[in-house]
């Protein structure tokens, strides 16, 4: 998830807090930056809460 990487690095957050604005492991946060883990459609609605300036359409762009 090169797009969700790079919208954090934006924000000026690390993966950690990150992960605690998510309410997400740090384990599991970086799975999903790594690609290692996708995203449920859960964590996906909380991300776009937590951020709406995010850009959803290519986070899914990415998963095609």
């Known amino acids: 998830m090169k797009y969700l990487k790079s919208f954090r690095q ?9 992960a605690e604005a998510l309410n997400l492991s740090y384990g599991y946060y970086r799975q ?13 609605a909380r991300i776009k809460e937590k951020f709406s300036e995010i850009d959803m ?3 899914f762009e990415e998963e095609c």
Do not use: H, V, Y
């Open 10 to 18: 934006e924000a000026g957050l690390t993966q950690r807090q990150m």
């Open 32 to 44: 999903m930056e790594t690609d290692f883990r996708k995203p449920s459609f859960e964590i996906l």
């Open 57 to 59: 359409n290519k986070l």
